[in-house]
């Protein structure tokens, strides 16, 4: 948090937006839908590929604003298993654009203290995309500040599957198939996120009112926030009103706000009230 407000303006609207936050309420782990892309190059009669281009500076933004703030964790989708219905010559762009942010942005990851990790089915990608990445995840593997992961490939329902086949598999090996239970817990420690804590936030840009296959398991209890913005034109600003909104909110995780001994008392009024409207025996 400090490490933000060093790299501010006093005065202006990031600052004042950034001293409204209470610096032990801020969410452990961010996940973002980056949406919008290709309607905010439609609306200037552009290639998709250049809405695309044009996404690639707030990803560097909100990285750098959430290492300074001290998220431990920022997951954002930037490819699902799904986009591969997309044209051929955007998915090869988006592979090409990939490479390039991946070359550029490392010193920014090593300036940051920021870890890259890739999450998905990678071994589909082209090996070139493969490599870079191998080479990125490598050099940023000792850094000691947040981990950022990117969803290539990815898809909520197919990391499921990955998890489950994971478990029988570690089940064959272990000649304990025949007695196996599947549990919660056994589940999340074996999805690509197992070593994180589940997103506190989830964003998603350009208003559209759904979750995309996105961190299925994960996000059951994530607090949403959803802005109109697209993508490319999604700011630090933004990131800093998202995180100040869910400072806002009440997480109750099922359960309730008020007190036990109320909550004991409202409950025995109720059932006294309705064992007066029971029939005698």
Wanted: a negative charge; hydrophobic letters at 40%; proline letters at 4%.
């Amino acid at each position: 948090m400090k490490r933000l407000l060093e790299a501010l303006s006093p005065g202006e609207r990031d600052w004042r937006v950034a001293t409204q936050l209470n610096p032990t309420r801020l969410p452990a782990h961010i996940a973002i839908i980056m949406d919008g892309n290709g309607r905010w190059a439609r609306q200037r009669n552009y290639p998709r590929l250049m809405g695309h281009k044009a996404g690639v500076d707030p990803v560097r933004e909100v990285a750098e604003t959430c290492a300074q703030l001290g998220i431990e964790a920022l997951t954002l989708y930037a490819f699902s298993v799904e986009n591969w219905k997309r044209p051929r010559h955007e998915i090869e762009g988006l592979w090409r654009l990939l490479r390039i942010y991946l070359r550029r942005e490392l010193p920014n990851l090593m300036r940051n203290g920021i870890r890259l990790v890739a999450i998905g089915r990678l071994e589909s990608l082209p090996e070139a995309v493969q490599r870079e990445l191998e080479s990125v995840m490598n050099r940023t593997a000792q850094n000691r500040g947040m981990r950022l992961n990117l969803a290539i490939n990815y898809g909520g329902r197919a990391e499921l599957v990955d998890a489950v086949n994971a478990i029988l598999d570690n089940a064959r090996l272990e000649g304990n198939l025949d007695s196996l239970t599947v549990t919660e817990q056994s589940v999340s420690s074996h999805l690509y996120t197992a070593e994180l804590k589940d997103p506190d936030l989830l964003i998603r840009t350009s208003g559209e009112m759904r979750v995309s296959n996105f961190l299925l398991w994960q996000i059951a209890y994530s607090e949403l926030y959803i802005t109109d913005t697209l993508w490319p034109d999604f700011s630090r600003t933004e990131l800093l009103e998202a995180i100040l909104e869910y400072q806002n909110r009440d997480r109750r995780f099922g359960g309730v706000l008020a007190s036990a001994p109320a909550l004991a008392e409202e409950t025995s009024l109720i059932l006294e009230e309705e064992a007066l409207e029971l029939p005698l025996a």
